[in-house]
């Protein structure tokens, strides 16, 4: 099999690099770039041909050259930190020297730009500029992302970790954990997060074996957020879900100053870019700091960050083959949980301290050889101290509490201690991430067709050396069952790749045919190149875009473009899923209050899944682009399933133990371990025995399974229709009919069922154990259809925009479904007839339940019988049956909904800017009854407002 990967991965390789055409001519292209207003020149203006993806940067005249550059037309782009972007879309045909003039960003301007744009290309992506992302006034990326069709308006929240959601509704663990997170070219890893809470009420927040929490990644310094929601780059790797490109800002800026401000959230920002003397390049320096409290009453539930950029780039060669450089460094220190409050009686608290270093280094180097047209490397390093900590208040109704120490199989004694008493746990994580991505990029030309041609290798290193879980095993939490683990024994998590990708443009006459075809080899724990103790996988790419009408063809459509694709994803397993704790369990064998107590630990080394594997997905689209004059507008059609996601399954195993014999009081028993329990006669002075019985039990441990799958189809539509200037309003429509469908599959749950016997007079409790072929033996479907309707009011004059989003939810529906080919569900009747017994459950209802039969069972030999049609002739077996409401399966639907939204931002003079918002500023919040349970609930979030004041000096 791997020589086959190997061969497969050889020839794609071999196609994409395959020599094309001689050089060509080549002209030059160079220009100066000044402000619009004072005519000075802007010094490390960012320039680049977008499709060639070579670039520069202007010097301190703010001249750049380009000295080789191919005939042919171009998308041009020129960005400088606080100045609108300069792109134009030309024919580059001979020698050119270009004037380019940069306005200032300001509300002052003709137009400005607060939406998403979709992408030009044929792969399906958006762009939110610096623009859009100020007027949004968000806290957080999650509240940026709600301009991507399809997503809904929410209230800002810093309260628990942010999740993001791609082209379905609601959050999915293996769906956030499937979207990739790239800060300046570098992806923001969580695969090395250990931090797992064991408390089941009043624990830290845990955000391990999930993907990246957004709120860790400030908004004041981006500079730009691209979303590919559909097919991405064969470069991009390690996801599932899609990808989201953060670019932060660079470039000479006046110092920044943010204030911001909502019910629940303070945040302050300051930030500035140094342009260096004697062209030694710029210094970006940013600071912030964010505190928001959960509720207002009690301001012990808090999350607060602060954060901390220095961003240094340099051009180097700048009129050769400019080398292009930018060496970053990020600190992050974040609190998130609950601090103890005086006035609280108990001293309970829980809470993670991070402190998160990132630092990265990025070269992009333009050649312009024959074989070689740009060459770039990333590297990447991120280090997490991360400090939990649970204070718990351990009360026992019934006695002393009691805790076991033991790590190793056995009966021992153990000791009593008070009958409450505080616990403290410390986790102590230290996960670190190193990435590094060598690529090298080739444009060609041939007659009508042009080449872009990409290849590179990738290389991931994910690790954890933190000291782990720490407490004091005397005053254990949640008593027995628990211990202290170490992450320092954890392997690291390699992953090698290569990938290999061409963007070809071939020109039909009139028309223009675009094909982004690319393959990725992801080699998780490689042994080498091509072998490997983990798993290898291949991931094939491709999206075309044909415009089949333009301007050079037809009067009406400036363009009309057909959109198709598919693409195979992949990701891997993070440390949290491939190395789980061994799991202790302890059971009860003698308690003779106060003198001794006896437990028997059974301990399972290993809850590792050898044949876990990366989550894959598959990726259907396709479309059509079109502007009419200024209306344009995008439609996608998009079907995707996504298969092995990481589900936990629970697992049931007999345990062996003596059930020692109840003794008399003031016996003063005690253990000899190896031995048993004695006690003294007080009449002959011997030890006597304490009788006992071998005895059984049942207990659990999990396991991690490729067993969660998830489907998500549906229409994604956006609508421009421009600006009216009489009124100074624009329009834009979005919106989604979105379709997500979640099951479990290859993911046998075992479950207990108890019993009593009697013997005479005595009746004593029993178990066995029974695995369903699944958890439920349904899914879940949920279905929705959104709009919203954005009128955007400019006033050039006033310095003055108005946004007024109406989201208009047509319908929202959620329902089970039944898999007849995977699970079956039995009516009463069914059941009946298939198990050849009339009067099984004869008091109920036909309408009431459905029945879902066990697969097979065991009882404490541990010896698994698979059941047949006979077994549940027996009264015992029937109880096994799981029983469902059928009420549960029916669709909820709840009609249409509305919600207004408005955003106002003014700038006051050159260095003043004012903005507010208010969610739901009408109040609408209808009360719906639901037809399942028939309860009143009450629909959208309550009104929230927010504001802030920008300042540039």
């Known amino acids: ?27 030059k292209i160079s220009g100066k770039i000044t ?13 680049a041909f977008v499709e060639l993806a070579v670039g520069t940067t202007s010097n301190e005249n703010g001249e750049f050259t380009f000295v080789s550059i191919p005939p042919g037309t171009y998308t041009f782009s020129v960005t400088y930190i606080g100045y609108t972007e300069y792109s134009i879309t030309a024919d580059f045909t001979k020698d050119v020297d270009l004037k380019i003039k940069l306005r200032q960003q300001s509300l002052g301007l003709k137009e400005v730009t607060v939406t998403a744009e979709n992408s030009k290309t044929g792969a399906t992506s958006s762009k939110i500029k610096s623009e859009a992302i100020s007027h949004v006034q968000a806290s957080s990326i999650k509240d940026v992302l709600q301009l991507i069709p399809g997503n809904i308006s929410e209230n800002p929240d810093l309260s628990e970790p942010g999740k993001i959601s791609i082209r379905e509704i609601g959050t999915d663990i293996n769906s956030a954990l499937g979207t990739a ?81 909502d019910p629940h959230t303070k945040e302050a920002y300051l930030g500035k870019g140094y342009l260096l003397k004697n062209n030694k390049g710029v210094i970006n320096i940013d600071l912030g700091y964010t505190q928001s409290y959960n509720k207002l009453v009690e301001q012990t539930d808090l999350y607060k960050r602060i954060n901390t950029t220095a961003k240094y780039s340099k051009t180097f060669f700048r009129n050769r083959s400019p080398l292009q450089m930018e060496l970053k460094l990020d600190f992050v220190n974040s609190l998130d949980g ?215 063809n037809n009067s009406l459509f400036r363009t009309l473009s057909l959109r198709a ?79 092995g996601g990481f589900d936990l399954d629970q697992i049931y195993y007999p345990i062996a133990y003596r059930d020692y014999n109840t003794i008399d009081a003031g016996l003063h028993p005690y253990y000899v371990p190896g031995d048993g329990i004695y006690y003294t006669d007080a009449s002959t002075g011997e030890a006597q025995a304490v009788g006992y019985e071998d005895d059984v039990t049942f207990r659990t441990y999990s396991v991690y399974r490729n067993a969660s799958q998830r489907i998500k189809k549906g229409i994604e539509y956006s609508l421009n229709i421009g600006t009216i200037q009489a009124i100074r309003t624009s329009f834009n429509i979005t919106g989604a009919w979105f379709h997500t469908e979640s099951y479990t599959n290859g993911a046998p749950y075992w479950d207990r069922v108890y019993y009593t016997t009697y013997s005479g007079n005595t009746s004593s409790q029993e178990s066995f154990a029974v695995k369903f072929s699944d958890e439920h033996g349904y899914g879940n479907v949920a279905e929705r259809l959104n709009t919203n309707f954005s009128i955007i009011n400019h006033i050039p004059e006033l310095k003055l925009l108005i946004s007024l989003n109406t989201q ?69 077996h029937q109880t096994a049956i799981e029983k469902l409401s059928k009420f549960r399966f029916g669709e909820e639907t709840m009609p249409v909904l509305l919600k207004c939204d408005i955003k106002i931002s003014k700038d006051i003079g050159d260095r003043f800017k004012l903005s507010f918002y208010a969610n739901n500023f009408l109040n609408i919040r209808p009360w719906y009854l639901t037809s399942r349970e028939g309860k009143y609930r009450r629909r959208n979030q309550v009104p929230y407002f927010g504001a802030d004041v920008k300042m540039q000096f």
């Open 338 to 552: 609950q601090k103890w409050d005086p006035d609280m009686i108990l001293e309970e608290e829980n809470y993670s301290k991070d402190q998160e270093i990132r630092t990265n280094l990025s070269t992009n180097w333009t050649l312009d050889k024959a074989y070689i047209t740009n060459l770039s490397f990333d590297f990447g390093y991120e280090k997490t101290w991360q400090d939990g900590y649970e204070k718990t208040w351990e009360q026992s109704s019934s006695g002393p509490n009691f805790f076991t120490t033991a790590t190793e199989d056995g009966e021992y004694e153990i000791s009593y201690g008070p009958s409450s008493y505080y616990s403290e746990v410390n986790y102590d994580g230290r996960p670190f991430n190193i990435y590094s991505k060598l690529k090298a990029k080739l444009f060609k030309k041939t007659g009508a067709v042009s080449n872009n041609i990409l290849i590179g290798a990738e290389w991931r290193t994910t690790g954890n050396n933190g000291k782990g879980r720490i407490f004091d095993v005397e005053r254990p939490p949640n008593g027995t069952g628990t211990r202290p683990r170490p992450f320092t024994d954890i392997p690291s998590l390699n992953q090698f790749s290569l990938f290999a990708e061409d963007k070809i443009l071939v020109e039909l006459g009139t028309t223009e045919l675009n094909i982004m075809a690319g393959i990725r080899m992801d080699n998780v724990q490689p042994d080498g190149p091509f072998k490997t103790n983990g798993s290898i996988g291949l991931d094939p790419r491709i999206n075309i875009q044909y415009e089949i009408l333009n301007r050079k």
């Open 565 to 643: 694709g598919y693409g195979q994803t992949t990701k891997a397993p993070t440390l949290a899923h491939l190395y789980p704790d061994k799991k202790y369990n302890d059971v009860e064998s003698f308690n003779y209050y106060p003198d001794l107590i006896v437990y028997t630990t059974d301990v399972v080394e290993d809850t590792r899944n050898y044949d876990l594997k990366p989550s894959t997905g598959n990726k259907y689209e396709t479309g059509i682009d079109f502007q009419i004059d200024k209306i344009s507008g995008r439609v996608t059609f998009f079907y995707e399933k996504y298969e």
């Open 1 to 27: 099999m791997l020589k086959k990967l190997y061969i497969l991965f050889l020839i794609s390789f071999a196609v994409f690099t395959a020599p094309l055409a001689l050089a060509q001519n080549n002209i």
């Open 808 to 876: 208009v939810i047509w319908f929202e529906k959620d329902r089970r479904k039944l898999y007849p080919g995977k699970f079956k569900l039995y009516s009463l009747s069914q059941l009946r007839d298939y198990l050849g017994n009339p009067d099984l459950f004869i008091n109920e209802d036909e309408e009431e339940d459905y029945y879902f039969l066990p697969e097979s069972y065991k009882f404490y030999d541990n010896v698994e019988h698979e059941y047949t049609v006979a077994d549940f002739q027996d009264q015992l």
């Open 35 to 47: 402000d619009a207003v004072t005519n000075e020149p802007l010094m490390y203006a960012n320039v």
């Open 181 to 261: 997170i790239i800060v300046d070219n570098i992806p923001v890893s969580n695969d090395g997060n250990m931090q797992e809470s064991i408390e089941t009420l009043n624990g830290m927040t845990s955000n391990s074996g999930t993907g990246i929490d957004l709120r860790s990644i400030p908004v004041e310094n981006i500079e730009s957020i691209t979303v590919d929601v559909g097919i991405p780059s064969a470069e991009h790797g390690n996801l599932t879900s899609g990808a989201v490109h953060i670019k932060t800002k660079a470039g000479g800026s006046p110092y920044n100053v943010k204030l911001k401000a």
